[in-house]
């Protein structure tokens, strides 16, 4: 049991909280869920960027699936080795391709036509073979919420099936591209299995046709992330049914799986502390204003995502409030409707399942400096980043103030 009133004692709030024993429970329980197979869990570094964190699946043997070069440096930076780093994205500038050619990551994920003349070239400069995998869009509904669904032609996401066999003729029979991988990622928060199979399938029978019709022969079978978590009342998918699910679509074929686990590795293994700072009500509406806002987690905002929120210590008759954050916009609650008892200057709230695509997603709107992190490991707790200062926010302007 985390002792959420003696972290908030001691590092104040607002506070993100990392139980780094359930990141490795869940890391656990989705390799073993691909024994018996050749696998990789790749994590989503955008989940939960702190170094401190990556470093934490580093050290179970996990990749990196990254969308930036500031999130490949970071997962060379705790300790990934060059060999399990993925970069995806569909908007890689010349000069972020070039570095990652140049640090011999594993491969890069080439989201179009035009991505890959840019990897084409840049290669060549360098003067050499750059390992590339095209990421598919099998034009699947994951059925998500439309923000994180990334599977669809309305998406922005990958290519379609008959512009990837081009492009992988073309790698083929260019002196400067590998095609060593293929790539899927349908959304995110996925909590029903047949979507899953189904674009494993589509994507399973495109293997199997760029090897027997033009001799491509692929290594890595790559299924992006996207495994929901329960964050309400969702029924999850059970990871060994997730795993069984692909493995039934590439019988008979030798190529390792990468899966690129986010949110499944560490959202409810995240906590956001927050204090109370007063209650109001404006005519019959209840609101709890809290010091922690939607620059700190910006999901309730952004998705309407709801986040289960505990009053520490509170009893007493409960009705229903809004929590609120001290931003300037309506917009800005960390939860609606929320069952609540009175509660007073100083109360705590516990607002879960935050380790994923919470602080990361973080700003400094309101100029109101960024959370400190902590991670509990075995009993005990330590920083792993400052909460963000005032100096900080105003570092890379006031030297231009004239
Ligand atoms: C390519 C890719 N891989 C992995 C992930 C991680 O997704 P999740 O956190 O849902 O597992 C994402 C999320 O957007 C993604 O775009």
Redesign the pocket.
């Known amino acids: 049991m985390i002792d959420f009133k003696k972290l908030a004692d001691k590092y104040q709030t607002p506070l993100y909280v990392y139980d780094f024993d359930s990141m490795s429970k869940q890391y656990s329980a989705l390799k073993e869920a691909f024994r018996g197979r050749k696998s990789m869990l790749a994590y989503?570094v955008?989940?939960n960027s702190n170094l401190s964190v990556v470093k934490h699946f580093a050290k179970l043997g996990a990749g990196a699936?990254c969308?930036s070069i500031g999130e490949v440096r970071r997962a060379f930076m705790a300790g990934i080795p060059k060999y399990r780093i993925i970069f995806?994205g569909v908007g890689k500038r010349d000069d972020e391709i070039r570095e990652a050619i140049e640090r011999d990551i594993l491969y890069i994920?080439v989201e179009s036509e035009a991505e890959l003349a840019r990897v084409e070239i840049i290669a060549k400069e360098l003067g050499v073979c750059a390992r590339i995998s095209i990421r598919v869009n099998p034009n699947i509904d994951p059925k998500t919420h439309p923000y994180?669904s990334?599977g669809l032609h309305d998406n922005k996401?990958g290519v379609d099936i008959d512009t990837a066999k081009r492009l992988y003729i073309r790698s083929n029979n260019s002196e400067n591209l590998d095609p060593v991988g293929i790539?899927f990622?349908i959304g995110?928060?996925l909590t029903e299995l047949d979507p899953i199979r189904e674009a494993a399938e589509i994507v399973a029978d495109m293997v199997r046709s760029l090897s027997a019709a033009v001799g491509i022969e692929l290594k890595f079978f790559d299924v992006?992330?996207?495994?929901g978590v329960c964050y309400e009342n969702e029924e999850t998918i059970d990871p060994y049914e997730y795993a069984q699910a692909i493995l039934s679509t590439l019988t008979g074929m030798d190529i390792t799986v990468i899966c690129?686990?986010?949110?499944?590795l560490s959202a409810n293994a995240g906590y956001f502390l927050t204090k109370v700072l007063y209650e109001k009500r404006n005519g019959d509406k209840r609101f709890v204003v809290v010091d922690g806002a939607m620059n700190d987690l910006l999901r309730p905002s952004l998705y309407s995502a709801y986040h289960r929120v505990d009053a520490l210590g509170k009893g007493g008759e409960l009705s229903r409030a809004d929590v609120v954050g001290p931003v300037c916009e309506s917009g800005d609650f960390l939860a609606k409707d929320c069952e609540l008892p009175k509660m007073e200057h100083n109360d705590l709230l516990v607002i879960h399942s935050a380790g994923?695509y919470g602080f990361g997603m973080g700003s400094n709107y309101n100029t109101r400096g960024r959370s400190a992190e902590v991670a509990v490991e075995e009993g005990s707790d330590r920083l792993i980043r400052r909460r963000e200062t005032f100096d900080d926010i105003i570092a890379l302007e006031k030297e231009y103030l004239g």
């Open positions: 989503a955008k989940a699936d969308v995806s994920n994180i990334t996401f790539h990622h995110s928060q992006g992330g996207g495994l690129e686990p986010g949110r499944y994923a």
